[in-house]
């Protein structure tokens, strides 16, 4: 690298004439009077990419410039900045034309981001801010150096057996006796599913085991919260589940996914077309796309074609490989169109993160009523289906002498009716192959019924089954519990608990108002 401090102080920096635009409007937005200080937060907000911006080409129309020692200050400002993009991309040799062309591809893309922000965040200042604000507090979310990314790559894993109780009191009702759920011993499954009624105490009952759990091992948890109470509410109530896991609270669209949730393993044509067959059997569940077979390979061609030549790949680079392709084969629009529409409306995701550094800290993934149907649920397909090809590409966990297997991850999915019944792939695969990767899965559900649209054993796979009041049909509740398994019966605060090696359910006293 030949990078000289007075050169680049005194050097011109500029980015493309649309941008230089933008760039003077958010001086208008925010009351800035300097062209820099836009500039500024541009860059930073690009910084916080993982992914490196497109360049601009040197045929475009050029806005005007800003003098190096005023875009960056001088002295330690100046070379911090200087770090700041150099780090962003260490592989590169940089001279000051390299640095100058760097800035402005930054610069550009930061605009674009922040214009996004702007638009989320209804043109309001202290909105924009918060969110400002929340993207700089991910961490990992800059270039990291690459024994960095080595390091956070190898994703921790619990070790010892991990027992916890089924609810805050957790004892037989007949006899009193202590009841405790061993996730990873063997023969065990660290799977979960409980259901009940409104107000019978699953999510409850599913928090505590979370807590207890914590307390054991500092697992990170992927929760998606569709009823808006696991994290701490607006009035302070809530489960509060991010301070126990020191968690991240997104809420797509207003706050993206900062995840690169179509990342490559490699580019070679086997990985290609298994992500973009992953990509359309996600895509095929969203309500109203109903693909037919030439739908679903016009969405397995253009979800090919996004993700050879863009990198990352994003929704919106598949949206307009699909209208290519509809174009080119004479296809009037349809659902799929529809569908791919809806979900690129706003930006439900931003690559900023990789899937390693993603899956290595705790999110609870806010996905309220008044978010369209569509964007919740390419949302959990997409994400569920990056944390499988996660999970598979990690070696299985060591097993220790007691049995032991280690953990690496929970998923939670409250309100998991919302895509039982579906056949979502990446959640079968979840549930039946990632025991031995550290994967464990939570589902929180209102009924037996919910899941008699999946594989007969999908609940074999449970290590822990919990049924809560409710005024599921006798069949169904038998079905998973076994027969006198009565769920209405069921006093407050009690459920029928059956473990993996348990001959029969039994009543247990999860809960209690008092």
Not at 23 to 47: C, D, I
Not at 206 to 227: G, N, Q, T, Y
Not at 332 to 349: M, N, Q, S, T, Y
Not at 416 to 438: E, F
């Amino acid at each position: 690298m030949t990078l000289s401090i007075v050169e680049v102080a005194g050097a011109n920096f500029r980015t493309d004439e649309a941008s230089d635009e933008l760039n003077s409007e958010f001086m208008k937005r925010l009351g800035m009077k300097k062209r820099y200080l836009p500039a500024r937060l541009a860059l930073s907000r690009s910084l916080g990419v993982a992914s490196p911006p497109e360049p601009i080409s040197s045929e475009s129309d050029w806005g005007k410039t800003i003098k190096g020692d005023t875009f960056f200050g001088t002295g330690g400002d100046l070379i911090s900045w200087i770090a700041l993009i150099v780090q962003h991309r260490p592989e590169q040799d940089y001279d000051l034309r390299a640095l100058v062309a760097a800035v402005a591809a930054h610069w550009r893309r930061g605009l674009t981001l922040l214009d996004s922000d702007w638009k989320q965040s209804s043109e309001d200042i202290s909105k924009f801010v918060r969110t400002l604000v929340e993207h700089a507090e991910l961490p990992f979310s800059g270039r990291m150096r690459l024994h960095d990314r080595q390091h956070r790559s190898k994703a921790f894993a619990s070790s010892g057996l991990l027992s916890v109780p089924v609810g805050e009191i957790s004892t037989e009702a007949s006899t009193g006796a202590e009841i405790e759920w061993v996730l990873n011993g063997a023969g065990c499954s660290p799977h979960s599913a409980l259901m009940g009624g409104v107000g019978s105490g699953k999510t409850r009952t599913a928090v505590s085991i979370l807590r207890a759990l914590r307390k054991a091992a500092p697992l990170p948890v992927i929760a998606f919260d569709f009823k808006g109470d696991l994290a701490t509410d607006e009035s302070g109530g809530g489960y509060h589940l991010e301070q126990l896991f020191d968690a991240t609270v997104i809420e797509p669209p207003r706050m993206p996914v900062p995840l690169d949730v179509l990342a490559l393993r490699s580019r070679d044509d086997i990985d290609l077309s298994q992500s973009a067959s992953r990509f359309r059997e996600s895509f095929s569940r969203l309500k109203g796309a109903r693909l037919g077979d030439k739908q679903r390979d016009a969405v397995y061609e253009a979800a090919s074609r996004a993700l050879r030549s863009s990198t990352p790949c994003e929704l919106d680079d598949f949206q307009t490989e699909l209208m290519n392709v509809y174009a080119e084969r004479e296809m009037k629009e349809d659902g799929a169109i529809a569908a791919a529409r809806e979900v690129c409306r706003f930006p439900l995701f931003t690559p900023e993160l990789s899937p390693e550094e993603f899956f290595t800290r705790s999110w609870i993934i806010k996905l309220p009523p008044h978010v369209v149907e569509e964007s919740r649920s390419i949302v959990v397909n997409l994400v569920l289906d990056a944390l499988d090809q996660y999970l598979n590409s990690l070696p299985d966990t060591t097993v220790a002498e007691d049995g032991s297997r280690g953990m690496r991850i929970i998923a939670m999915i409250d309100e998991a009716h919302r895509i039982l019944g579906s056949r979502l792939p990446s959640l079968s695969n979840l549930v039946r192959m990632s025991r031995s990767k550290g994967g464990a899965v939570m589902l929180i559900s209102q009924s037996p019924d919910d899941f008699s649209g999946e594989e007969d054993d999908f609940l074999s796979e449970m290590g822990l089954v919990a049924a809560f009041s409710t005024n599921a049909p006798s069949k169904a509740a038998a079905r998973i519990l076994g027969r006198g398994a009565n769920l209405a019966t069921l006093s407050t605060g009690q459920a029928y608990v059956k473990r993996r090696n348990d001959n029969a359910a039994r009543k247990v006293q999860s809960w209690s108002a008092k």
